[in-house]
């Protein structure tokens, strides 16, 4: 029975997440049926940007004339970096629409990479050109991600950090399904001839993802004042750098370990694509039930502890895999990056956290000094919002890095990123106590728990 005061299709001036009686009387329900279904639209979106991960290993069978290690390479990172290109652009093109009509395109555009991945993967001998080109269009699946944490919009302020939480988790976990048909399709039929269905299958679920999405989500209006001046004077504002670092360091390695773990595996140590897969799959679903567990400690014991707690985890572990490396261990390897996987998303919960806690206590001092409520938070959104797309290239570095270079240089040179975020995090956002600010340009460390 529907509730007049919570509307399957609430007008927009009538939703206020806010006023008790109102979420109360049917408004959570509206708005956990949302992120339902965006956490769905978002978890296809990963899932099709992360096809190629798996299908680089299936295709040096009969694909391309010089087919190679740097030409897996280049499609694994592709969709990476398309994605990291499109997402600013879709955000901009579609900023005017609501919740429910900004999920429906971008779960809808996700038809194109599938069926053009579909029609390429039947033509043995296609040139690694085209090939590209196809994987490009797999970016498509990271703007469709990126919406699906709108949905934390339909909830009161107290509890859209949890929301966006879910969301997250939910896309992270499309890896795993993409890993998990990989893994079938290389028992069933040994990796030979009809991977092609690792691509076909996401088909009926781009289908349904956009068809309940059009048909039970509810439109709700965006917060355009982030998009707009979020990005003036961000590049002048240290936090955004520092916090753009640790990002990458931690989000873009939990992205880059996972795709690239795999390939490493078939390619450097030898194991079948069942075998790298598998480990592969486990690795991701450890790292993504690790990231909202990250957020959730954050939220007790502070975002820059944590932060650092895994840093230094994923240093140590960084060393740990050098060694495995070079002395071709396996096993170590793989129980090292599966660690070092872990402790990325646990870290990424946990500078989920730690952005936004530091853009609103910017925002606080902005309104203490006189400034407009609305222009400062606004603009605490859009940095906030900015600092999480350092992911996507982050990972297509760390994936890159992984499978193209040899081993040891690209291991030292994360061993160095991963050091050099921790003495950041100690420095400037773990501190107890609130510090003098010497100057505008200088990074004021926040007495952030």
Do not use: K
């Not at 978002?42 to 295709?59: E, I």
């Not at 030979?192 to 088909?203: E, G, K, L």
């Not at 396996?330 to 946990?350: E, M, P, Q, Y």
């Amino acid at each position: 029975m529907t509730n007049p005061a919570a509307p399957i299709r609430p007008a927009a001036e009538r939703w206020d997440a806010e006023d008790p009686g109102f979420w109360e009387r049917g408004g959570r329900h509206v708005a956990r049926r949302n992120l339902l279904l965006a956490a769905l639209g978002g978890h296809v979106g990963t899932s099709v940007r992360s096809m190629w991960a798996v299908l680089v290993l299936f295709l040096p069978t009969g694909h391309g004339p010089a087919f190679g290690p740097g030409s897996t390479s280049l499609l694994l990172v592709t969709p990476l970096v398309a994605g990291a290109v499109l997402r600013p652009v879709a955000e901009r093109a579609l900023g005017r629409l609501g919740g429910r009509d900004r999920t429906v395109v971008t779960t809808a555009a996700l038809a194109l990479p599938v069926l053009a991945a579909v029609y390429v993967l039947q033509r043995p001998g296609a040139p690694l050109w085209l090939l590209v080109a196809v994987a490009a269009t797999a970016g498509a699946g990271d703007a469709a991600a990126a919406s699906s944490a709108g949905a934390a919009a339909f909830f009161p302020r107290r509890a859209q950090d949890r929301a966006g939480a879910v969301a997250t988790a939910a896309a992270d976990l499309g890896v795993a399904v993409v890993q998990t048909a990989g893994v079938v399709a290389a028992v069933t039929a040994g990796g030979s001839s009809s991977f092609v269905w690792i691509a076909a299958v996401h088909v009926p679920l781009v289908a349904l993802a956009a068809g309940v999405a059009a048909l039970r989500m509810d439109n709700l209006p965006v917060a355009r004042g982030a998009a707009v001046r979020g990005p003036r004077g961000a590049l002048r504002d240290p936090h955004v750098w520092g916090l753009s670092l640790l990002s990458l360091a931690t989000a873009g390695s939990f992205t880059g370990y996972g795709l690239a773990f795999g390939l490493v595996l078939r390619g450097g140590f030898g194991s079948s694509a069942a075998a790298a897969l598998a480990c592969a799959l486990l690795a991701t679903v450890l790292g993504a039930a690790a990231r909202p567990f990250g957020g959730l400690l954050a939220g007790l014991c502070g975002g820059a502890r944590v932060t650092l707690v895994s840093l230094v985890g994923m240093a140590a572990g960084t060393v740990v895999l050098a060694a495995a490396a070079a002395r071709g261990a396996v096993g170590v390897f793989a129980a090292a990056s599966t660690a070092v996987i872990v402790l990325a998303g646990l870290g990424a919960g946990a500078v989920g956290v730690l952005v936004p806690a530091v853009f609103a206590a910017r925002a606080g001092a902005s309104i203490l000094a006189g400034r407009d409520a609305a222009t400062a938070f606004a603009t605490a959104r859009g940095r906030s919002a900015g600092v999480t797309r350092v992911a996507g290239p982050g990972g297509a570095g760390v994936a890159l890095s992984a499978t193209l270079l040899s081993p040891l240089p690209a291991l030292w040179g994360l061993l160095a990123l991963y050091v050099a975020c921790a003495v950041l995090t100690c420095t400037t956002y773990a501190r107890r106590g609130p510090a003098r600010s010497r100057g505008a340009r200088r990074p004021a460390p926040y007495g952030l728990r």
